[in-house]
């Protein structure tokens, strides 16, 4: 097996382009698993670690041009769209760096570092990157839920140059990504999102699982419930493990939207988020427990959020 670690990014463009079929490497707790099962076995391998992409900032915006060139899919062709503040995170930034992001003013990262926070343990969050858990393509994986839930960017670099991605986009189905041969996963832009003074949040990452640590979900619910003055006014439910993606809930954040959160609100909500669901039954769970637990997880949310308005 050919090993590569290149030091830019054209470098590693240009490998993956004279080598179709070779895989991209960053902490490898996907891939090496994988490699040991024997269920997948590439000619190459591109470590990713010499990139220098396993840092992060916030950029206010205020040194770049307003608009930035949005791909939605590669036949659909270009739109522009304006982005805000947000951070910027390399692909290979590990779990044990998002899980330390700080969000004092409830602007949205908090909730991927919560995610982060309980992706498998210590060892694996020592290793795990932001772009793996993307790339790897998995409906359970818990930094994709909170990056679906916050509307986040991808940004990926190829032989016909950068381009940028609503997440919705990149997320094709189990173990399917939207990446075409040559191309490889960049970085990931979150934008930050509006908090009035006089609004509270909850944000938050749960999942249910076997067991309460180490766990693969079940089902997982990445969500942010921002209220003002008695009314929600912004609602994000994202679902993990109950759909061949990592989905939203956008039936049940309609109906939540501009109301306020009485128990009968969040109990059609949450009847709303369930049906939303689409799980299957496999070794770890049935179907229709999935579906008890997406009720669950949103009826437990939204009664926190009710609770922290009063
Ligand atoms: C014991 C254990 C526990 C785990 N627990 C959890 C958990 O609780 N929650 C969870 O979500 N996951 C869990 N995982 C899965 C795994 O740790 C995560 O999915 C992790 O984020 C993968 O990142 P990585 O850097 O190790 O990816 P890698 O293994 O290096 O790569 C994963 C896949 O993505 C591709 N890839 C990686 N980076 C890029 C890139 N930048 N561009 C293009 N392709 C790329 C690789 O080719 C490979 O196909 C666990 C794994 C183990 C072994």
Not at 67 to 85: F, I, M, Y
Not at 148 to 169: R, S, Y
Not at 264 to 288: F, K, M, V
Request: glycine share 10%; charged share 20%; proline share 5%.
């Amino acid at each position: 097996m050919e090993y590569y670690r290149p030091t830019s990014v054209e470098d590693a463009v240009q490998i993956l382009g004279r080598s179709p079929g070779a895989a991209c490497m960053a902490g490898g707790t996907d891939l090496v698993v994988a490699m040991r099962s024997h269920k997948r076995g590439p000619h190459a391998i591109v470590d990713l670690s010499g990139l220098g992409l396993d840092t992060w900032i916030f950029d206010d915006a205020s040194n770049r041009p307003a608009k930035v060139k949005t791909q939605g899919t590669k036949k659909a062709g270009n739109d522009e769209q304006r982005l805000g503040p947000g951070w910027r995170i390399g692909a290979t930034v590990t779990m044990a760096v998002l899980k330390t992001l700080e969000d004092e003013d409830n602007l949205g990262v908090g909730l991927l570092a919560d995610a982060a926070s309980q992706v498998g343990a210590t060892q694996i969050q020592n290793r795990a990157t932001a772009g793996g858990n993307l790339c790897n393509g998995s409906p359970a994986a818990d930094a994709v839920c909170a990056m679906v839930a916050l509307d986040a960017l991808i940004e990926i670099a190829g032989p016909t140059g950068a381009e940028t991605m609503p997440i919705g986009k990149f997320l094709l189905g189990p173990g399917r990504v939207n990446l075409e041969p040559g191309q490889f996963l960049t970085g990931i832009f979150v934008p930050a999102h509006d908090m009035k003074k006089s609004s509270v949040a909850l944000q938050e990452y749960r999942k249910v699982g076997s067991r309460t640590s180490l766990v693969i979900a079940v089902a997982g619910l990445a969500a942010r419930t921002v209220l003002d003055k008695g009314k929600v006014v912004e609602s994000r439910l994202a679902l993990s493990s109950v759909a061949p993606t990592c989905i939203r809930a956008t039936e049940a954040e309609a109906y939540l939207t501009g109301g306020p959160l009485s128990p009968d609100r969040i109990r059609e909500a949450s009847h709303l988020a369930r049906e939303e669901a689409r799980p299957i039954t496999d070794l770890r769970a049935t179907d229709q427990y999935r579906k008890e637990m997406v009720s669950a997880l949103v009826t437990d949310h939204l009664t926190r959020a009710a609770a922290l308005a009063q």
